[in-house]
């Protein structure tokens, strides 16, 4: 997603358009399915630490988006005061009026409030799986409430911005008031994934359904625009949120074509630096040449998100997941091992 953002940015802006918009929404949804699925344990477990949590996930990313940020200003000319209420402060993504320094960033900022957000819809869905316990029946009821909603957030925005004669959905997708439903619906199917208990009736029609429902996604989204202009043109992937809870509910398939195409080594590895990638993108471009080539500007944000990620952020990440995870187990009063947030005793029951 990231390098679709990139190359819609940088090379043909017409050709990858409405997947570059789309990916926003997709980049926020994944973020909420990650955090559930690495860190249930810390926002709403049994031994939940929330001060483990923040310092975990946001800690983590902070030192290199505040880096980027005031190069980007040393090294154009800028007040290091500029844009600090939008982009030190983050309120960037509680209003649409102009883009931050660096505009890729909005993500980020828009996940800050999101992973600040995000204990209550996990100690919310933890208390409805103690309730009615985790069972084909509750994963497949929390799945379609999960669609229900996620077409409820595309009629909301499409409603907004016919109302709305000033709202451009290009910052639409960008706000916090939307990303943090949509983040919500990430950790909602991250539940569905984690508890779908095993079937044998499942094995063969699960499957079969995900790459249907892929397929029948991806001409819905060649179609829209010719069948529903009215409803904002190419802006519609922005906030189309039943598409991501589609294309990813087709990756709990084990054997679906998506599953297998994405379980690839090399998508895998480049998903490691994503964030980095994200980040680098824009300064770089400001701060180079413009007479760089896009598929070497492509190949230089690549190495630098590589390094900058190994160098520098991995060390970082490393140091605050063995202290997190000794504030956890000090104020659990347990000795258990914790792997990137999932309890390892669960796996030697």
Request: charged share 15%; hydrophobic share 45%.
């Amino acid at each position: 997603m990231c390098c679709i953002i990139i190359w819609h940015h940088y090379c043909n802006p017409s050709i990858f358009a409405q997947l570059a918009y789309c990916s926003v929404t997709f980049f926020v949804f994944f973020s909420g399915f990650v955090t559930q699925y690495a860190y249930a344990d810390k926002m709403s477990g049994v031994k939940a630490h929330l001060l483990s949590f923040y310092l975990r996930r946001i800690a983590r990313v902070l030192p290199m988006y505040y880096s980027i940020h005031f190069l980007v200003l040393v090294f154009s000319g800028k007040s290091l005061a500029t844009d600090f209420q939008d982009s030190v402060l983050m309120f960037c993504t509680w209003h649409g009026s102009s883009p931050a320094t660096n505009f890729p960033a909005w993500t980020v900022c828009a996940l800050v409030w999101c992973w600040l957000f995000a204990p209550l819809p996990s100690r919310i869905l933890f208390l409805m799986r103690q309730r009615l316990g985790s069972s084909a029946k509750y994963s497949l009821a929390l799945w379609m409430c999960l669609l229900t909603l996620g077409f409820c957030n595309e009629v909301w925005s499409r409603v907004a911005y016919q109302q709305d004669e000033d709202m451009d959905l290009d910052y639409w997708f960008y706000e916090t008031k939307h990303n943090v439903f949509v983040f919500c619906l990430g950790m909602g199917i991250s539940e569905v994934a984690q508890h779908m208990p095993d079937a044998s009736h499942l094995s063969w029609v699960w499957p079969i359904c995900c790459d249907v429902t892929l397929l029948l996604t991806l001409g819905f989204t060649a179609s829209w625009e010719r069948l529903f202009p009215s409803w904002g043109c190419s802006y519609w992937s922005g906030a189309f949120a039943p598409v991501a809870v589609w294309v990813l509910t087709s990756t709990l398939g084990h054997q679906s074509i998506l599953n297998r195409i994405c379980s690839h080594g090399i998508l895998q590895t480049l998903g490691d630096y994503s964030m980095q990638i994200y980040l680098l993108a824009n300064p770089l471009h400001d701060l180079l040449s413009q007479d760089v080539e896009p598929i070497l500007l492509y190949a230089f944000v690549i190495t630098a998100a590589v390094a900058s990620a190994d160098l520098a952020e991995r060390p970082w990440s490393e140091f605050l997941k063995k202290s997190t995870d000794e504030m956890q187990r000090r104020s659990a009063g347990s000795s258990m091992g914790f792997d990137d947030g999932i309890l390892l005793a669960e796996s030697t029951k």
